[in-house]
């Protein structure tokens, strides 16, 4: 599965799902994922915020370093997901790659997180708090993807291996 993750400017929402998700899924002992993040704007010379910084860091992820990327008809095309963390982005998406709607969903939404604001607030230019909770919003909603995923995938092993 290829998963896309989109937010504004592809400097701290898209990335820490990008990151989580790469982290947990081999926690999860997840097959076949492939994980990448874009923007829908252009950001040229915004460094990642040290906020962001920190709390990956925090979660024990040191791979830093990342270049934004603006979403293209080429990423969105690779997909077999697109998760969103705002309508807005749903919009942009929808009204610029309309082939791909049925494949584009809010990342909480899609999680199935029972919270009435399915959608996850960009912590840019706030204090470190703001930044640690996207962080965990974002991380909830990872881990109960991964755990429908897991089902799922260790359901299929299960009746490969009584087919066998």
Request: proline share 3%; hydrophobic share 40%.
């Amino acid at each position: 599965m290829k998963v896309l993750f989109v937010c504004s400017g592809n400097i701290c929402r898209s990335v820490m799902a990008e990151r989580i998700l790469k982290k947990l899924s081999k926690q999860y002992n997840i097959k076949h994922l492939e994980v990448d993040s874009c923007g829908i704007l252009k950001v040229d010379n915004f460094p990642m915020p040290q906020e962001m910084i920190m709390v990956l860091k925090e979660e024990k992820i040191e791979q830093i370093a990342h270049v934004p990327k603006v979403i293209n008809e080429e990423l969105v095309n690779w997909a077999d997901i697109i998760l969103v963390m705002e309508k807005i982005h749903l919009e942009y998406i929808q009204n610029n790659f309309p082939a791909a709607t049925k494949k584009t969903h809010l990342l909480k939404e899609y999680a199935q997180i029972e919270d009435e604001n399915k959608e996850i607030r960009d912590p840019i230019g706030s204090d470190y708090n703001e930044y640690l909770n996207c962080l965990h919003e974002i991380k909830i909603s990872i881990n109960k993807l991964l755990d429908r995923w897991y089902k799922i995938q260790d359901g299929k092993n299960k009746n490969k291996a009584i087919s066998e």
